[in-house]
């Protein structure tokens, strides 16, 4: 830390935080950069959110490896700002902030029986195969046949994936252990995909609907009759703005042909249907679906009831309808948004523009896009700091020195670079034996241990 | 399956794409992008932000335009990265009027 330089903090050590450190490391400022992570291992849901089979997807961590190991950046992992230390400290320490914090909250259906046994979210589900230490201890009742899943984008995607792909096909992922022993118990046979208005809407990238359409000893199909479009949606995907869902369509029409005859398992795509309630005692049994016809103009189609409704007997549901971020206190929150409001980045309370607090990723704009939107993203956010920057050094900031000493007072170990390195290094040759290319400590106390 | 920029980038550059590449694969010469094939996680992010559609995931590319897979892989190692966004070439709207986008 160099007296005199731009003193800069980034909260939350994803795709977002990381293209925001590096569009700043690539300015010939002399700066400071630390970034905070509340977990001791950094890379967001690159490392816990991709899904195992995707590991090409996660050679994006690569690039992630360099920027941390620029020695103007510090790591400092296991410090959750808001808990640890609060943004005000930090407004006192650094010129500026940049929350990079995700969107760690998934949308509720608002439905009876939300809460039952057997009604998850995606996330959970998620975490847990990729040994998230928030989910580590997550139950999945894999021994049900039948399970629905609630949306039709790409993390509905991944679950319904992960539940039907033949699990000697993830033994050499970096799929988290206890979820591969569990997977290999399931007797999942039976899922639906359900989205509330059509297949011209469905939010899947082709890819990985093709995935889902491709899946050994999986049959994918889809009920001919909801492949008849309407007019609006067939003047939807005539623009040349509808290029994902002109694909979509495609693959779904092929599906409809498929015949479930012989399939190990099966998935089935649901549209014009939204969750009514979950219905079971202590235990999901079933979910009520509400049929939707689409009103309004293309590009703008609303799901509208129909008055019709139907059980859909299931073991197990999974929700996946987005996702916002959770308040930080002293740090303005759009509850309804569910975004951190701001212009370009920059934060703005009910008075005005809050000086020296920024936002970029899915805290910013909403959980939306996948790993290189948060590129385009953080280098808005990074345009808006610079911009700024005569503004924001006029006062004289020391960095990190008070904070440390805020959080040493806790009690807290931060995991610095080196560290984290330790536990990476710790986890591939966990893996090694096993043929994957690491198997993760699913809990801080053991990432913690490593460090001794 | 490697992503692709094909013919429609040409007398274009608008390089969208650059920007929304999480591991800048993009390398340019005066005229064009190319992909480096070795680079690109073929996470699809660049497809959607070219005005005039030049970018494929190759399952879904045209036959005419295979060529295009051997040019990329080539032609972007012996060029610079690209790393961030520049102006469009003069003839880049024209162009994109021509090619109905």
């Given at each position: 830390m160099q007296v005199g330089d731009f003193q800069i903090a980034i909260v939350g050590s994803g795709p977002s935080g990381f293209f925001a450190a590096d569009a700043l490391l690539r300015s010939e400022l002399p700066i400071t950069i630390d970034l905070y992570e509340?977990?001791?291992?950094?890379y967001g849901l690159v490392r816990s959110?991709?899904?195992?089979?995707h590991q090409k997807l996660k050679q994006s961590i690569q690039v992630f490896e360099r920027i941390v190991r620029n020695p103007k950046l510090n790591f400092l992992g296991n410090v959750e700002v808001g808990?640890?230390?609060s943004v005000n400290d930090l407004r006192k320490a650094y010129h500026a902030i940049i929350f990079?914090?995700?969107?760690?909250q998934d949308r509720r259906m608002?439905?009876?029986?939300?809460?039952?046994?057997?009604s998850h979210t995606a996330t959970e589900f998620v975490g847990w195969y990729n040994g998230h230490p928030d989910f580590r201890d997550r139950i999945f009742d894999?021994?049900?046949?039948c399970v629905a899943i609630i949306g039709q984008g790409n993390v509905a995607a991944d679950v319904c994936r992960l539940l039907t792909r033949p699990v000697d096909e993830l033994r050499?992922?970096?799929?988290?252990e206890h979820a591969l022993d569990a997977l290999a118990e399931s007797r999942i046979r039976e899922i639906h995909i359900i989205g509330r208005r059509g297949p011209a809407q469905a939010k899947f990238t082709t890819k990985e609907l093709r995935e889902l359409t491709a899946l050994t000893g999986v049959v994918a199909t889809v009920?001919?009759?909801?492949?008849?479009?309407?007019e609006a949606c067939e003047a939807e995907l005539s623009s040349h703005l509808s290029a994902t869902a002109q694909k979509n369509v495609e693959v779904f029409r092929a599906a409809a042909a498929?015949?479930?005859?012989?399939?190990?398992k099966r998935i089935h795509f649901r549209f014009f249907a939204s969750p009514v309630a979950v219905i079971g005692?202590?235990?999901?049994?079933a979910i009520r679906l509400g049929h939707n016809r689409l009103s309004g103009e293309p590009f703008a189609q609303t799901a509208q009831s129909n008055g019709i409704e139907e059980d859909l007997p299931c073991g197990l549901i999974f929700r996946s309808i987005g996702y916002k971020g959770t308040a930080i206190p002293q740090l303005p929150f759009d509850e309804h948004q569910g975004v951190v409001p701001n212009q370009l980045g920059r934060v703005v309370a009910d008075d005005g523009p809050v000086s020296g607090l920024y936002v970029t990723g899915w805290i910013k704009r909403?959980?939306?896009?996948?790993?290189?939107t948060n590129r385009a993203d953080s280098l808005q956010t990074v345009e808006s700091v610079f911009q700024d920057l005569g503004t924001l050094t006029t006062r004289p900031a020391d960095g990190r020195s008070s904070v440390m000493k805020i959080i040493n007072e806790r009690g807290k170990r931060i995991v610095g670079i080196d560290d984290w390195f330790g536990i990476d290094a710790a986890e591939i040759q966990r893996g090694i034996e096993k043929g994957k290319p690491r198997e993760k400590f699913t809990r801080v106390e053991d990432m913690l241990t490593v460090l001794g | 399956m490697p992503h692709v920029v094909t013919d429609?980038?040409?007398?274009?550059?608008?390089?969208?794409?650059v920007s929304h590449c999480?591991?800048?694969c993009f390398h340019a010469d005066a005229e064009r992008l190319y992909i480096n094939p070795d680079v690109?996680?073929?996470?699809?992010?660049c497809i959607d932000q070219c005005p005039v559609h030049a970018i494929y995931d190759v399952i879904d590319?045209?036959?005419?335009?295979?060529?295009w897979i051997k040019i990329n892989a080539e032609r972007s190692v012996q060029l610079p990265v690209i790393r961030a966004q520049q102006s469009p070439l003069a003839t880049a709207e024209a162009r994109r009027a021509e090619l109905g986008f």
């Amino acid at each position: 830390m160099q007296v005199g330089d731009f003193q800069i903090a980034i909260v939350g050590s994803g795709p977002s935080g990381f293209f925001a450190a590096d569009a700043l490391l690539r300015s010939e400022l002399p700066i400071t950069i630390d970034l905070y992570e509340r977990l001791p291992t950094p890379y967001g849901l690159v490392r816990s959110g991709v899904a195992p089979d995707h590991q090409k997807l996660k050679q994006s961590i690569q690039v992630f490896e360099r920027i941390v190991r620029n020695p103007k950046l510090n790591f400092l992992g296991n410090v959750e700002v808001g808990v640890d230390v609060s943004v005000n400290d930090l407004r006192k320490a650094y010129h500026a902030i940049i929350f990079a914090c995700g969107a760690q909250q998934d949308r509720r259906m608002g439905i009876p029986g939300e809460d039952l046994r057997g009604s998850h979210t995606a996330t959970e589900f998620v975490g847990w195969y990729n040994g998230h230490p928030d989910f580590r201890d997550r139950i999945f009742d894999l021994k049900q046949e039948c399970v629905a899943i609630i949306g039709q984008g790409n993390v509905a995607a991944d679950v319904c994936r992960l539940l039907t792909r033949p699990v000697d096909e993830l033994r050499t992922s970096d799929i988290a252990e206890h979820a591969l022993d569990a997977l290999a118990e399931s007797r999942i046979r039976e899922i639906h995909i359900i989205g509330r208005r059509g297949p011209a809407q469905a939010k899947f990238t082709t890819k990985e609907l093709r995935e889902l359409t491709a899946l050994t000893g999986v049959v994918a199909t889809v009920d001919g009759g909801q492949l008849e479009l309407s007019e609006a949606c067939e003047a939807e995907l005539s623009s040349h703005l509808s290029a994902t869902a002109q694909k979509n369509v495609e693959v779904f029409r092929a599906a409809a042909a498929n015949l479930p005859t012989n399939a190990e398992k099966r998935i089935h795509f649901r549209f014009f249907a939204s969750p009514v309630a979950v219905i079971g005692d202590s235990a999901v049994q079933a979910i009520r679906l509400g049929h939707n016809r689409l009103s309004g103009e293309p590009f703008a189609q609303t799901a509208q009831s129909n008055g019709i409704e139907e059980d859909l007997p299931c073991g197990l549901i999974f929700r996946s309808i987005g996702y916002k971020g959770t308040a930080i206190p002293q740090l303005p929150f759009d509850e309804h948004q569910g975004v951190v409001p701001n212009q370009l980045g920059r934060v703005v309370a009910d008075d005005g523009p809050v000086s020296g607090l920024y936002v970029t990723g899915w805290i910013k704009r909403g959980a939306n896009g996948i790993i290189g939107t948060n590129r385009a993203d953080s280098l808005q956010t990074v345009e808006s700091v610079f911009q700024d920057l005569g503004t924001l050094t006029t006062r004289p900031a020391d960095g990190r020195s008070s904070v440390m000493k805020i959080i040493n007072e806790r009690g807290k170990r931060i995991v610095g670079i080196d560290d984290w390195f330790g536990i990476d290094a710790a986890e591939i040759q966990r893996g090694i034996e096993k043929g994957k290319p690491r198997e993760k400590f699913t809990r801080v106390e053991d990432m913690l241990t490593v460090l001794g | 399956m490697p992503h692709v920029v094909t013919d429609n980038c040409q007398h274009c550059r608008f390089t969208d794409c650059v920007s929304h590449c999480p591991v800048e694969c993009f390398h340019a010469d005066a005229e064009r992008l190319y992909i480096n094939p070795d680079v690109c996680i073929d996470c699809g992010a660049c497809i959607d932000q070219c005005p005039v559609h030049a970018i494929y995931d190759v399952i879904d590319m045209p036959d005419d335009k295979a060529v295009w897979i051997k040019i990329n892989a080539e032609r972007s190692v012996q060029l610079p990265v690209i790393r961030a966004q520049q102006s469009p070439l003069a003839t880049a709207e024209a162009r994109r009027a021509e090619l109905g986008f």
